[in-house]
């Protein structure tokens, strides 16, 4: 006796595949996400993973995306522009990690002061220029730093990872979301920052204007954020929310 499946009352396979757009720091897990949920609404999704600068630009430029999936602040300033149709819902919490090449000498994160000693020893340093990059340069800055390390700091392009520049050793300190550093051969990941001056980032999704599908991408958000997906969200180091 074959068993047959009841298809999502806003789905079926003629229709164009969702667009998903999200940054570097979820592709893997929105690649799981949307595997899952295209298979429980009986649809098609093509997740991309893009630099979250480069996705932005492309969201505001009204390519044809249906979802939206990046950190909160840039999908504030979407909505403000008008190319979301309604405000984000939040999917993951992402946290900032330090980390080095293999091999190097471990790095103290038992304090802010310590941390900081650690960044003005290292030869170089690696940010990302997405929502953390931004928020240690605001750290840097703070802790009177910025200037004494300007020459130091190395920002790769959009959608190139902090962990290739590590890997390769052309930085000695890195930062960026665990996602990206996590289980990536040639780096190690030293742990988060100091509770004092943690950086996390809330990956947020919502329905592209351009969407011609509103109610079934709105369907897919709503799929990532069931409480089934928890483990697959953690283990691609990222939180429920």
Known sequence: MTSTSTPHPLSTQSREPLRVIGSMATKGLLAVLCGEAAKQLNCRVEPLAVGGVDAAKRVAADEAFDVVCLGAPAMAKLLASGHLRSEAQGVVRSRTVVATPTGAPAVDLSSAEALKAAVLAAPTVGLSTGPSGEALQALFTQWGIADTIRDRIQVPPP???VASLLASGAVSLGFQQEAELMGVAGVKV?????????????????????????????????????AANAPIKLQHGMQTL
């Open 190 to 226: 030293c742990g988060a920052l100091p509770t004092e001056i943690a950086i996390d980032t809330v990956f947020a999704a919502a329905v592209a204007t351009a969407s011609k599908q509103p109610e079934l991408a709105q369907a897919l958000i709503a799929a990532w954020n069931q």
């Open 159 to 161: 959608g190139t990872p």
